[in-house]
């Protein structure tokens, strides 16, 4: 999204052009309003009211434009931005009423990953007018963190190593005055076992490390953010295929998310006292690459089996919710692109959420459902926990069979939970396959808005 201008502007009653809302119901009555010329040209543009239609019509010297929606008086975040995709570069109003939760997708639909391949016609801002000026500094807020998930989850992993996800959390730490200790080398091999292990294999050009970011008040109740940062998952020597490894520069994307939600919270001074937990490496095949069959040493004292390398993710993240359980939380949500079973279940639109708490899952679904975000709650079924079972370790990082992959996953990262602490875990694919009006191609978030909005409501403003 661009950064020269802000694309949502409070309404002073400048110079806009409008934007007239209708449906396929109200779309004939609203027709009779028109002269026949117009009515004409919508009908040359086999304009029918039908959802995220756009049509322009002439009006003098000028034109306004005309967009279909399910419901004028029940604006989504993507209502608006087949309008934004569309139009031409300009200020535009609604007509009839304010844009609402449809300011997000205003903005989030004029993204342009651009680093590698600028656009052949670039498209200059399309900037929408509101009068709900106390809307603008977060709407504003919540689109720029959905914009740096997408930067980051597509940038190739050559360039989104672990050492620049260092650089992400040293430019959070330096906007917001937060203090940013990093562990690597043959500390983070005492100190957090499996980061290391996993990432042992790209010492030479994508040493692993693990990132904590601490910001706020320490008489803030504790929130910990936990995020995966496989910058790049081969399988290790449980290798996958050509067609499982293309996409997996978005392995970090779990890190992405947990990066953008602190960003977040500091950026509203929530009060709390956060803990951002990021461990950082490249699941690579070399000859010192953890086995299947090794025993790993953990940071909480558990010894893991290793059944699949390619389960990796859960390792990491086993050592970073150790450590974040030991700050005696409030609350723990982490993420991470963990299994494929969470998308053989879901498909991409939906993140997976596993709670220990009933409360939690609610607050989060409930969150999600009002900005259109919303998680489907998996459950952590005492019962599947016998298939972890390991003969000479506490426990397997991977269970035999095929079922349930992503509760059994959950179920692993629960055991480096402490006992009694409040804790969320999301699955999340991080990339949309197939674009949709404001969500395009590539990188995305899932579960990073239902999890701001929850948060806001559980510890209140600044």
């Known amino acids: 999204m661009p950064d020269t201008q802000p694309l949502i502007q409070p309404d002073r009653g400048q110079e806009a052009i409008s934007i007239h809302?209708?449906?396929?119901?109200?779309?004939?009555?609203?027709?009779?309003?028109?002269?026949?010329?117009?009515?004409?040209?919508?009908?040359?543009?086999?304009?029918?009211?039908?959802?995220?239609?756009?049509?322009?019509?002439?009006?003098?010297?000028?034109?306004?434009?005309?967009?279909?929606?399910?419901?004028?008086?029940?604006?989504?975040?993507?209502?608006?931005?087949?309008?934004?995709?569309?139009?031409?570069?300009?200020?535009?109003r609604r007509a009839e009423g304010e844009p609402g939760p449809a300011l997000h997708g205003w903005q989030t639909a004029q993204y342009v990953f651009d680093r590698y391949k600028k656009p052949e016609r670039?498209?200059?801002?399309?900037?929408?007018?509101?009068?709900?000026?106390?809307?603008?500094?977060?709407?504003?807020?919540?689109?720029?963190?959905?914009?740096?998930?997408?930067?980051l989850v597509n940038t190739p992993a050559e360039d989104m190593g672990p050492a620049a996800l260092e650089a992400e959390c040293e430019t959070l730490a330096k906007t917001y005055s937060a203090k940013l200790s990093v562990t690597k080398g043959d500390t983070l091999e005492q100190e957090y076992p499996m980061v290391h292990a996993v990432g042992r294999a790209a010492t030479r050009h994508h040493a692993p490390r693990i990132m904590h970011l601490t910001w706020g008040k320490e008489s803030n109740p504790v929130l910990a953010i936990v995020g995966k940062g496989v910058c790049f998952d081969s399988g290790g020597l449980d290798v996958k295929s050509a067609a499982g490894m293309k996409l997996m520069k978005k392995d970090m994307g779990g890190a992405?998310?947990?990066?953008?939600?602190?960003?977040?919270?500091m950026g509203a001074g929530l009060p709390v006292r956060l803990h951002l937990l990021v461990p950082a490496v490249e699941n690579a095949i070399s000859s010192n690459s953890f086995r299947p069959g090794d025993v790993l040493k953990t940071r909480k004292g558990l010894t893991v089996e290793i059944g699949n390398t390619d389960a990796e993710g859960r390792l990491i993240l086993g050592d970073a919710l150790q450590r974040a359980s030991e700050e005696d939380p409030d609350l723990i949500l982490d993420f991470a692109t963990l299994t494929g079973a969470a998308r053989?279940?879901?498909?991409?639109?939906y993140p997976a959420l596993m709670t220990r708490e009933d409360s939690t899952a609610d607050a989060l679904i409930a969150a999600g459902r009002g900005c259109d975000d919303e998680p489907w709650r998996l459950p952590l079924p005492e019962a599947y926990k016998e298939w972890l079972a390991s003969d000479i370790a506490d426990t397997n990082n991977a269970h035999g069979n095929a079922f349930a992959g992503a509760s059994v996953a959950g179920l692993f990262l629960d055991k480096f939970v402490g006992e009694g602490i409040d804790w969320a875990h999301f699955d999340t694919f991080a990339w949309r396959p197939?674009?949709?009006?404001?969500?395009?191609?590539?990188?995305?978030?899932?579960?990073?808005?239902?999890?701001?909005?929850?948060l806001k409501a559980r510890y209140g403003g600044a």
């Open 344 to 349: 053989v279940a879901l498909g991409p639109d």
């Open 122 to 151: 670039p498209v200059g801002p399309r900037v929408l007018l509101t009068k709900d000026v106390k809307a603008i500094d977060g709407a504003i807020a919540e689109a720029k963190a959905v914009g740096l998930v997408r930067d």
């Open 256 to 265: 992405a998310h947990a990066i953008a939600l602190a960003g977040l919270v």
């Open 434 to 454: 197939t674009a949709k009006p404001g969500r395009p191609r590539g990188g995305d978030a899932y579960g990073l808005r239902a999890s701001w909005h929850m």
């Open 21 to 92: 809302l209708v449906n396929r119901d109200g779309y004939p009555e609203w027709l009779k309003s028109l002269s026949a010329s117009q009515r004409a040209s919508l009908a040359a543009q086999k304009f029918d009211g039908s959802g995220y239609q756009v049509g322009i019509v002439p009006d003098g010297d000028s034109w306004f434009a005309v967009g279909g929606v399910a419901n004028p008086d029940d604006l989504s975040s993507w209502c608006l931005a087949k309008l934004a995709e569309s139009l031409p570069e300009g200020t535009y």
